[in-house]
């Protein structure tokens, strides 16, 4: 089975997503991740429910907001 068609889709798809953070802020940045983090845990952490991983990512972006906190 050729599976170059899949990685080049693959690569492109990952091209076209970080070209669309380029002009997001620091915070916006730490808010993305911080859900993808937290969707995982909640995702691993209740066995996959799909409540777990919206509140995961719900509370994982919430804490990527304010991590780094306002600038004195």
Known sequence: MN???LI???ALA????LAGC???TQRD????VGAGIGAVAGSVL???????TVGGAAVGGVIGNQVG???R
């Open 14 to 17: 990952a091209m076209l997503t």
């Open 22 to 24: 380029s002009s997001m």
């Open 29 to 32: 940045k730490n808010t993305a």
């Open 3 to 5: 599976k170059r068609p």
């Open 46 to 52: 209740t066995g996959g429910s799909g409540i777990g």
């Open 8 to 10: 080049t889709a693959t």
């Open 69 to 71: 906190g306002r600038k």
